[in-house]
């Protein structure tokens, strides 16, 4: 048997070329209640807040996606977002906590905290998207290369 695959003087000295994750963050979604009182909650943006750098929030549900769902009224729910999410951004680049973010409008609320480390924050961002709805479409996980 010539195979040293098995070897394990050989498979002692084997490489194998991976880098690990060393961006470090934590995450939030941010969740719209379709109907107030309903308790029906729609995730509508992530929050991200790296260990070093500035916090984010970004859309993670098509403008498209909400009208298809809010029908006539889709118009003012993707305005209602767009102004949150402008909102938000204020508040946090003005180094607003997470934790003590004023929504503009009834019914939005910040979920719990979640880790992550991630190559990058839009990595994060992926994971948040991966993890918090089934609306949206992530980039996370997939090769590159693939057309």
């Known amino acids: 048997m010539n195979d040293k695959s098995c070897d394990p003087a050989v498979a002692q000295h084997a490489t194998i070329p991976i880098q690990l994750p060393d961006f470090l963050a934590y995450w939030w979604v941010v ?14 943006a992530a929050i991200v807040q790296p260990a070093n750098g500035p916090s984010q929030i970004r859309q993670n549900i098509a403008p498209a996606m909400l009208i298809s769902m809010f029908g006539a009224a889709g118009k003012g729910v993707v305005s209602i977002v767009d102004e949150t999410m402008t909102d938000v951004q204020k508040q946090l680049d003005a180094g607003v906590r997470v934790e003590a973010l004023q929504m503009p409008f009834g019914g939005f609320d910040v979920g719990e905290p979640r880790e992550c480390a991630a190559h990058d924050i839009d990595e994060v961002f992926g994971i948040a998207v991966k993890l918090s709805t089934g609306f949206s479409e992530s980039k996370f996980g ?6």
């Open 31 to 44: 969740g719209m209640e379709t109907l107030v009182g309903s308790g029906e909650v729609i995730n509508v």
């Open 142 to 147: 997939r090769n590159k290369t693939a057309t």
